[in-house]
Each structure stands twice: as C-alpha cells, then as structure tokens.
C-alpha cells in the first residue's frame, strides 16, 4: 500500500505531509515495511510491464 493517499487521523492531513507525529510515525512504517510502498501504482504497472518484457524477449 502506498502512503501518498493515506489521511491522518489524528489530523486529518495526508500521511506524507508528515504533519504531526502520528503521521511521521506511520510515513516511517510504511516506508520500512517494503522496499515498494514508496512507489506508485503506475511505476509498479511500469516495472512489471518491464519485467514481462525482458522474460519474453529471453525465451526467444
């Protein structure tokens, strides 16, 4: 899950604005539990689009 469009509850700001410390808190949660959470979805539909590329022109 990406953290760009998570909002705080505590202060009903997005948790990557960091705002308060609740929100710094989970922003560095999230960004430890996965080398990808930082990343959008496009990129993530772009890397794997780049990964199905590369497989296929290996079986060739």
Known sequence: MTYDRLVCAN???PVSE???PVCR???E??????PFSGM???A???LLAVLIAAVALMTR
């Open 18 to 20: 960091g705002r308060c």
């Open 40 to 42: 959008n979805p496009m």
């Open 11 to 13: 202060c009903a700001a």
């Open 29 to 34: 949660r999230l960004q430890q539990e996965s």
């Open 44 to 46: 993530l539909i772009a």
């Open 25 to 27: 808190a989970n922003r």
